[in-house]
């Protein structure tokens, strides 16, 4: 199952083209781009881990495109993602999320059901890689 | 195709060859010229520099022409070394280098990162790696100016982590020509050395732009041009007493060429400012303002130890 997450997730993989595309944007408009990864796909974990420091004076698409490349090759089977962060005052938030690298193969989630008191039934969604540990898990 | 059987067969070759290539619009389009026009305007002296930078310009623009019917000669090597001594426009030039290969596209982006060896090295091991890379992504799509390179190599002492920070620096050089520009800078003889002790680094040095020390003259007129950005005058007085503070101040050791000038005048702008002040009850006319006399400048420790060497 292809987990969407983020901006552009019902389209096609980006090409690095289009990757570098869209960082020459966000440096345009004075964003600073940070890269962050994870092998836990459950849509609610929000806070992955950050590859490097936020790169807030970078003035070139180029460095970044080094940074993702070399994230992949750290985390080949892990999801990347590219965050641009509007450090604008009001704003403070992230303007663009794009997933930049996925795992090859990816199973997908299975469906919890909970019994609770009289007949209440819970449902609840739980990844399949994850009932490996972190790490060995794509 | 009726025109082209038409012709007669000796118009022939002339139909084939693509349109003669319009350098002038090259140029004007790249806009370079402006580029070349105030560095001739703002940089006093300099002559071969500014020769060997409209020469670097040319064949870039040639370059991109040729490139344009598919006579790639690849991408050319752009990395340069600034030799000379202290104060004499060396990082001036650098930002307009920048400049020309912003407007003739061999950067995309034309910032300088200026920065010297603490930047790039680290202080203890696997500290340097991340700190070069950090400067380098940062210059990416720029110039990277290295001040006074030659620290960044020790052969004193086998395990400094310069060599590292070389290392690095020379693969991205190789690799990512199109990115990045790199350009050393420092005083001639220890740069000699240094690229003499790191082949590899001279290899990839294409330019090499040696400045010359400024003449008296060159500096008086660049003392002018300072002073009239600052919106001040000198004198008819002031100007002599300045000329004869040149010549003495050359002499002295740590000269730095227009530096030295640069620091002479806030210095001079200094004591005119209390000199003013001293005599406050009297009205100041805005002449008073803007001129500086020959007082402020005779008052220079470099005139008080002339008078002491006579004595």
């Known amino acids: 199952m292809r987990i969407t997450q983020g901006t552009f997730s019902f389209l096609p993989e980006l090409t690095d083209a ?17 890269i962050e990864y994870t092998d836990d796909p459950h849509p609610r974990n929000t806070y992955w881990e950050m590859f490097g420091m936020p790169m807030f004076d970078i003035r070139d698409a180029a460095g970044i495109m080094g940074e993702i490349a070399s994230c992949r090759k750290i985390f080949p089977r892990h999801y990347i993602k590219v965050n641009a962060f509007d450090a604008t005052r009001g704003r403070e938030s992230l303007r663009l999320s794009f997933l930049v690298n996925r795992p090859p193969q990816e199973p997908g989630f299975a469906l919890v059901r909970e019994e609770g008191p009289g007949r209440a039934v819970r449902y609840t969604t739980r990844a399949y890689a994850c009932e490996r540990p972190e790490g060995e898990r794509y | ?45 300099l002559a071969p520099v500014k020769r060997r930078i409209r020469d670097i310009a040319a064949l870039l623009l040639i370059d991109k022409l040729r490139g344009t019917l598919g006579l790639s000669a690849g991408a050319p090597a752009l990395h340069m070394s600034f030799t000379g001594n202290p104060g004499t426009g060396k990082t001036t030039v650098a930002m307009r280098m920048a400049e020309i290969l912003h407007r ?11 920065v010297t060896r603490d930047d790039l090295v680290g202080q203890y091991i696997g500290h340097t790696a991340p700190k070069t890379r950090e400067v380098l992504k940062r210059a990416m799509g720029g110039v990277l100016f290295i001040d006074e390179a030659y620290y960044l190599y020790r052969p004193e002492n086998e395990r400094d982590y ?72 000198l ?36 004591r005119q400012a209390s000199r003013l002040f001293e005599r406050r009850g009297a009205p100041i006319t805005r002449e008073d303002l803007e001129t500086i006399e020959t007082a402020d400048i005779r008052a220079s420790r470099v005139f008080a130890e002339e008078g002491a060497h006579e004595h």
């Not at chain 2, 070759?13 to 560095?39: C, F, I, N, T, W």
């Not at chain 2, 050393?184 to 294409?206: C, E």
């Not at chain 2, 002499?251 to 000038?261: E, L």
């Open chain 1, 18 to 34: 289009q990757i570098r595309k869209q960082l020459e944007y966000s440096l345009a408009n004075g964003w600073a781009v940070s």
């Open chain 2, 1 to 45: 195709m009726n025109a082209v059987t038409d012709t007669s067969p000796s118009e022939g070759p002339e139909h084939s060859a693509p349109a003669p290539l319009d350098l002038e619009r090259a140029y004007r389009e790249s806009q370079v010229g402006q580029v070349l026009d105030s560095l001739e305007r703002d940089l006093v002296g």
């Open chain 2, 104 to 114: 003739l596209g061999y950067v995309r982006k034309g910032h300088l990162v200026a």
């Open chain 2, 162 to 233: 310069g060599q590292e920070a070389i290392e690095i620096l020379l693969q991205v050089m190789e690799n990512q020509r199109e990115d990045l520009v790199v350009i050393f800078a420092g005083y001639k003889q220890r740069m000699d050395t240094f690229f003499h002790s790191n082949p590899g680094l001279s290899s990839r040095v294409a330019h090499h732009i040696d400045f010359p020390d400024y003449s008296s003259d060159e500096l008086l007129a660049i003392a002018h041009l300072m002073l009239e950005q600052l919106h001040y005058r």
């Open chain 2, 235 to 270: 004198s008819a007085d002031a100007d002599a007493a300045l000329r004869a503070y040149i010549e003495l101040r050359r002499d002295q050791p740590h000269f730095a060429n227009a530096r030295s000038i640069r620091n002479a005048l806030d210095r001079a702008r200094l």
